[in-house]
């Protein structure tokens, strides 16, 4: 695959390039866990991309919490323990902070010049995320300006691939549309991203374990990746289930049921043979429930031993890496380096076809 760059006739091979993230406003839990973190390590290991560039996103996450600093900072730190923990390996996927990347800033406001106000209005990504927040009319300028943002991140990288759930189509749909009004204005420079989904649909829905629409921080509703065997436990024994499935011999509902859904997420069929033996899959499970005859008490217990099994070894790591905090920073504080290089051959490459390298050669 070839791309024209500038409007010169010369040519260059198109990387397979990841751009993904998050943004540091808390520990990250299960629904991170299946939504993004358990793909990042597979594509990481796969051999099929040429450079995977993880970023935490701390300027992102104070145009919402600008008043609380600290609690981004703290957070920074949490957030390359959790992804050090589920396998991502510093060798194979550069990992950087947000905000030492000072070229993202220049490329998101040479782009704000591409999209309207209408426009960013009307992308639905960002009316949830104001509606959630209880913006309304006090929306700060930044929040707004995210998929201005966020088109600057992936751009800044050359990213080629973006893995994103259903929610954030949106948001990757608008970093097209400025990728392509740069390149009509001034010749093929940015690379159009593609959009990775979940290959399963329950792992772009999880639900809060009060069965919450999502999985939430600010909702208390959240199993995380750190947190204890016991924690676990009480979690997933307290969780909503079907309210109409009082007795063990009444009628089901396994769809909108998320002990169901977290199984539809976790489930092997290997957990069966481990810890249900009687059931052959989910399947057999889901219709045994539905019919009626099948307890809430079961269900979670098998749940809460396949959880168990998954996230032992992840908080075990964790908790190996939490002794070596320095070695974090500097993993994070090389990952810059080299993510700093990159955005900045983006950035003189974008400031050439604009006609604005006034000094250069």
């Given at each position: 695959m070839m791309i024209k760059n500038d409007k010169n006739t010369a040519n260059k091979t198109v990387k397979n390039i990841i751009l993904t993230g998050d943004r540091p406003t808390g520990r990250l839990h299960i629904g991170h866990y299946v939504g993004s973190l358990r793909r990042r390590v597979e594509l990481q290991n796969s051999g099929k991309?040429?450079?995977?560039y993880v970023m935490i996103a701390d300027a992102?996450?104070?145009t919402d919490n600008a008043e609380n600093p600290d609690k981004i900072r703290h957070n920074v730190a949490e957030v390359a323990l959790d992804y050090l923990s589920c396998g991502l390996d510093p060798k194979k996927t550069t990992l950087f902070i947000q905000s030492q990347i000072s070229e993202l800033t220049e490329l998101a406001f040479y782009y704000m010049n591409l999209v309207t106000v209408a426009r960013l209005k009307r992308n639905p990504t960002v009316k949830s995320e104001i509606q959630a927040r209880n913006f309304e009319a006090s929306i700060p300028v930044g929040f707004f300006t995210y998929p201005i943002s966020q088109t600057a991140d992936i751009t800044a990288f050359n990213a080629t691939v973006v893995p994103v759930g259903e929610d954030q189509l949106p948001?990757?749909?608008?970093?097209?549309e400025i990728v392509r009004s740069f390149n009509t204005l001034y010749g093929e420079t940015l690379t159009e991203p593609k959009e990775l989904l979940p290959d399963n649909s329950a792992c772009g829905r999880l639900p809060g374990t009060d069965g919450k629409t999502k999985m939430s921080k600010s909702l208390g509703n959240c199993i995380y990746l750190a947190d204890s065997a016991d924690e676990i436990k009480q979690k997933v024994m307290n969780m909503y289930t079907d309210p109409n499935h009082i007795r063990v011999e009444d009628k089901g509902d396994t769809k909108d049921n998320p002990v169901f859904i977290y199984l539809e997420a976790?489930?092997?069929?290997?957990?069966?043979k481990k810890y249900l033996p009687e059931y052959e899959n989910l399947r057999a499970l889901k219709k045994h429930y539905e019919r009626g005859g099948l307890g809430d008490v079961k269900v979670k217990r098998f749940l809460n031993a396949i959880l168990q099994e998954t996230l032992e070894p992840i908080r075990r790591r964790r908790e190996e890496w939490a002794g070596r905090i320095p070695e974090v920073y500097d993993i994070l504080k090389e990952g810059g380096k080299k993510a700093k290089a990159t955005a900045s051959e983006t950035l003189k490459n974008v400031k050439r076809a604009m006609r604005i390298d006034y000094f250069g050669e």
């Open positions: 991309f040429d450079e995977i992102q996450a104070l948001m990757l749909e608008q970093a097209r976790f489930s092997e069929e290997s957990h069966f």
